[in-house]
């Protein structure tokens, strides 16, 4: 199991918590993490990734497929459901707070799919380090953390710097799925991808909402407290 950090040295978009687990997260790391965890070396805190770490994915999921990259599936909600539907895909999602990555290989086992890896890492670094140029198919970040307040926006997933990753790493074509249940961050994004050259927002717009995307906690709470949901798709300009 990965061990707390002591420094943190980065703006990151996430706060580092207790990664302490249950005990049915306990029995599922423990019997799962070796299938579908993917280890990948890190440098000085464990969401990091070492700037020499490479994962060949063909070798990992024992095939060569397009490659679909979730950044904070949380439980997994999602990305189970979507993976279900795209047996044909290589799916990596990368998530830094553990427990939720031992309930999502519990989800992963119930299941029964066989196409999803997980890294514990910053899905930042997992795109710039362990995705070549071009080699991504999609790429999916579904309700982010807002961190509302202006002097926390640093801290917003979607940003002009992950754009620009982003863009090197999607194929041309590709697109990068949204979701958010805060219609500030839901400007946000538009406003910093609407205005990035190497995307097209597909649909002009707010995009439908993606029929594929389950309900997940996070939405499910959004609704509850009367919040619009948007959804948005961006293509990768050839
Ligand atoms: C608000 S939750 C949403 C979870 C999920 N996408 C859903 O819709 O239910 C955001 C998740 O992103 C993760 N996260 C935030 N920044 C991340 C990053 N840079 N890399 C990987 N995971 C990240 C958090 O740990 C958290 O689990």
């Given at each position: 199991m990965p061990k707390p950090d002591r420094v943190q040295r980065e703006v990151v978009s996430y706060v580092r918590r207790s990664a302490r687990m249950n005990a049915s997260q306990t029995k599922a790391w423990d019997t799962y993490a070796q299938r579908w965890v993917v280890e990948v070396p890190a440098r000085e805190t464990s969401t990091s990734i070492a700037a020499e770490a490479s994962v060949d994915w063909t070798s990992t999921f024992g095939r060569e497929a397009p490659l679909i990259v979730e950044i904070g599936p949380g439980r997994g909600e999602s990305l189970?459901?979507?993976?279900?539907?795209?047996?044909?895909?290589?799916?990596?999602?990368?998530?830094?707070?553990?427990?939720?990555?031992?309930?999502?290989?519990?989800?992963?086992?119930?299941?029964?799919?066989?196409?999803?890896?997980?890294?514990?890492?910053?899905?930042?670094?997992?795109?710039?380090?362990?995705?070549?140029p071009a080699g991504l198919h999609e790429l999916w970040t579904f309700f982010p953390d807002p961190?509302?307040?202006?002097?926390?926006h640093k801290r917003r997933l979607v940003s002009t710097e992950l754009a620009d990753l982003a863009a090197s790493r999607l194929e041309p074509g590709g697109l990068w799925r949204l979701a958010t249940d805060w219609s500030d961050y839901a400007d946000w994004m538009r406003e910093t991808l609407d205005a990035h050259p190497a995307f097209e927002n597909l649909h002009g717009g707010w995009a439908p909402r993606w029929d594929e995307r389950p309900v997940t906690k996070y939405e499910a709470r959004g609704v509850?407290?009367?919040?619009?949901?948007?959804?948005?798709?961006?293509?990768?300009?050839?």
């Open positions: 189970v459901a979507l993976a279900e539907r795209r047996p044909d895909c290589n799916i990596v999602a990368f998530e830094v707070f553990v427990p939720a990555v031992a309930s999502t290989l519990s989800r992963i086992a119930r299941h029964g799919v066989d196409n999803v890896r997980i890294v514990v890492a910053n899905g930042e670094e997992g795109l710039a380090l362990l995705v070549p961190w509302h307040k202006a002097r926390h509850a407290a009367g919040r619009e949901i948007h959804d948005l798709t961006y293509r990768r300009r050839p």
